[in-house]
Structures are given as structure tokens and as C-alpha cells.
């Protein structure tokens, strides 16, 4: 069954602070894995778009890893921002979403 | 602002009624998408077209949906006789073609919550 599963659930840190989210995926075929930043209320924002060749892609504070072959990926925020605080989804193209890791940083 | 919008953001109806949404993607994006999303959950595909054509529309989606695009441009979402369970956020989302594997991102909208009571 095609299916991408986050973790944790959710999330509190302190600003400044460092993390990682994780993403499982069993996905076939598979193309290119998406991380995407939901604010409350409004709709995803895209962080950054793997494909199966690329092992780390960043985007200023957002470095997202992929391992094709444990099928995980990861998105790691470094120096933690309150604007920071949203839900993080990753899926594939089109189909499959996660159900998002909620993420908040406290001052 | 040139991103995909939606209208309206908020609808309140209810069971029974129909409703209608437009999405206005961004103007050079030739691929359009709608999503529902509930509390907590991922988004979760609906339909997918390209230009004017819908090209998928998802299992999950009872004939009491229907969604069109006329002339590649804005998209409508109706949703017939609703009922509670139809209560969601539903997004839109526009892009470009993609090369290789690469593809090109989503660009959502900041989607319409629809509360049936």
C-alpha cells in the first residue's frame, strides 16, 4: 500500500533550537519525495522537491536528507525561529501525503 | 499577489444544500488540483487537470462532487446535496509541467473551509 508516515506527531522546542522530522514513505513507483510548511489556515508552502539520485537538499534554514534505500527522508530546521511554528508535511507528487509532524517553538 | 486563489475562503451551509467553489491558478500554470483536508490530516487528492481536460479523479470521490475547468483557466469545485462529513478544508494547487523526475512544485492556495451543519 502506497503510504508516507511522519514522526512525532508533534513537536515543542526553544527557539534557537535545532530539529529533525522524520518521513517513511512506500511509495511505487516512485519519482521525487516533497516537504511542505502549513501554517495554520492557509495552505502548504513547498520547501523542497528530492528525487531518488539526491541524498540532501537545502533550502536556507531547511535541509531536507532522503535515503532511497531505508526509504526514509528527513527535514532538519536549524537556529529555530518562532515563525517556524506550523505543521511540516511530506508526500509524493500528486497523491500521497503525511499526515504532518506539528511543530512549535516557544521563546 | 500572483499565487493561486480561492474563493470564497469560508462557506458555511447546510445538509442538503449544494455549494460551489472557484480556484484561480497561477496564470502560466497549465496543471490544476484540488484537495480536501481535514483537521490533522494531510491533503487528500481529488481531481486532476490538465489545460481543460480532467485527466484523474480520485476513487474516493462520490458522484456528488464534480469539478470542472473551462478554457484551461479558473476551475470550479461543486459539491452536491452536501452532508456533514463533506465539512474540510479544500485546497487548490497549480503547476507547471515538470522535467525528468524532477517535477515543480505545488503551489497551493490558502484554501476554502466548507462547514455543513
Known amino acids: 500500500k502506497n503510504q508516507v508516515e511522519q514522526s512525532p506527531q508533534s513537536l515543542i522546542i526553544l527557539e534557537g533550537k535545532n530539529c529533525t522530522l522524520q518521513?517513511?514513505?512506500?511509495?511505487?513507483?516512485?519519482?521525487?519525495l516533497r516537504w511542505y510548511k502549513q501554517d495554520t489556515g492557509r495552505g502548504p508552502v513547498s520547501l523542497t522537491i528530492m528525487t531518488f539520485s539526491e541524498n540532501t537538499k537545502s533550502n536556507g534554514r531547511y535541509t531536507a536528507t532522503l535515503d532511497a534505500d531505508t526509504k526514509q527522508s528527513s527535514l532538519h530546521i536549524t537556529a529555530s525561529q518562532l515563525s517556524d511554528s506550523a505543521s511540516y508535511i511530506c508526500g509524493t507528487y500528486k497523491y500521497i501525503f503525511g499526515t504532518g509532524t506539528r511543530l512549535k517553538v516557544l521563546a | 499577489d500572483t499565487g493561486v486563489s480561492q474563493d470564497p475562503r469560508h462557506k458555511i451551509t447546510k445538509r442538503g444544500q449544494n455549494v460551489t467553489f472557484r480556484c484561480d491558478p497561477i496564470?502560466?500554470?497549465?496543471?490544476l488540483y484540488w484537495y480536501r483536508q481535514t483537521l490533522g490530516q494531510g491533503p487528500e487528492f481529488l481531481t486532476y487537470f490538465q489545460n481543460e481536460a480532467q485527466l484523474e479523479k480520485s476513487r474516493l470521490l462520490s458522484d456528488r462532487f464534480s469539478a470542472e475547468r473551462p478554457k484551461g483557466s479558473f476551475s470550479t469545485l461543486e459539491i452536491q446535496r452536501t452532508e456533514q462529513g463533506d465539512s474540510a478544508m479544500y485546497l487548490c494547487?497549480?503547476?507547471?509541467?515538470?522535467?525528468?523526475?524532477?517535477?515543480?512544485?505545488?503551489?497551493f492556495g490558502n484554501g476554502t473551509r466548507l462547514t455543513v451543519t
Open positions: 496564470s502560466e500554470h497549465n496543471r
Open positions: 494547487a497549480s503547476s507547471s509541467p515538470g522535467t525528468g523526475t524532477q517535477g515543480s512544485p505545488l503551489h
Open positions: 518521513c517513511n514513505y512506500t511509495v511505487s513507483p516512485f519519482s521525487n
